[in-house]
């Protein structure tokens, strides 16, 4: 049990599109969602917390206005890279929690995104 | 503020060997969990272990333990018996209640080489 996928596993854009990726708990229901972004051989930085039915909370620094989240449902966590450009290439990994109260946190396969 | 450290970006050990990845770790919080991550090059992250704050006793799962010393605030992940597969990065991880989040703030990465 505890399986997260993600959607799309790589992804090629040109710059200045929106690229959705998305973050699925398959077995259980994740009240807490984590969006990380990891640059070549360096560490997971969280982006934001997201919370079901409400608004996601940003790390300082990171643009809310570029990275949309959206967590519409207990099992559905969405990234909107808006207007991409090619700084924004990285490797992206959501991972779920199945409430804020446990420790346990089960990582999707991550997303490449590589925009041109 | 919470900050987790790994001083060892490669490492390299004989095959069949045990190896020790270091990891500190700070924290204010009174409750924390300490985990450690295995990410091979496909990208994902795999949970290895995980160590309460309040756990008397040392994790263990196979061949992972992990090597707890509170006062010195130190979560060093040892593996034994290496194998090739063990070739990946390594990453140390901290979970704490503040702000009811329950972010993972991680280390830098340690990469491993097992080598034959």
């Known amino acids: 049990g505890a399986v997260v996928s993600q959607h799309p596993s790589r992804v090629i854009c040109k710059s200045g599109t929106s690229v959705k990726i998305e973050c699925r708990s398959l077995d259980f229901q994740a009240t807490t969602m984590f969006w990380y972004r990891q640059f070549p051989k360096k560490s997971l930085m969280l982006m934001a917390t997201s919370n079901e039915g409400s608004k996601a909370t940003y790390e300082q620094g990171v643009e809310k206005d570029k990275f949309l989240i959206n967590h519409a449902s207990l099992t559905l966590s969405t990234l909107t890279v808006t207007s991409a450009h090619p700084e924004d290439s990285s490797f992206y990994i959501c991972?779920?929690?199945?409430?804020?109260?446990?420790?346990?946190?089960?990582f999707g396969p991550g997303t490449r995104l590589t925009v041109t | 503020a919470q900050k987790i450290t790994q001083t060892q970006p490669g490492m390299f050990v004989q095959e069949k060997e045990a190896v020790t990845l270091d990891c500190t770790y700070d924290?204010?919080?009174?409750?924390?969990?300490l985990f450690w991550y295995k990410q091979p090059s496909s990208g994902e992250m795999i949970f290895l272990i995980y160590q309460g704050s309040y756990d008397q006793q040392n994790a263990t799962e196979g061949r992972y333990s992990l090597n707890f010393q509170k006062a010195r605030k130190s979560a060093n992940l040892v593996i034994s018996a290496s194998q090739l597969g063990d070739s990946a990065m390594y990453f140390c991880?901290?979970?704490?209640?503040?702000?009811?989040?329950?972010?993972?703030?991680f280390g830098q990465g340690t990469t491993l080489q097992v080598k034959p």
């Open positions: 924290t204010s919080d009174p409750s924390y969990g």
């Open positions: 991972s779920a929690s199945k409430s804020a109260a446990t420790y346990e946190q089960y």
């Open positions: 991880a901290m979970r704490g209640r503040s702000g009811n989040t329950g972010k993972l703030i």
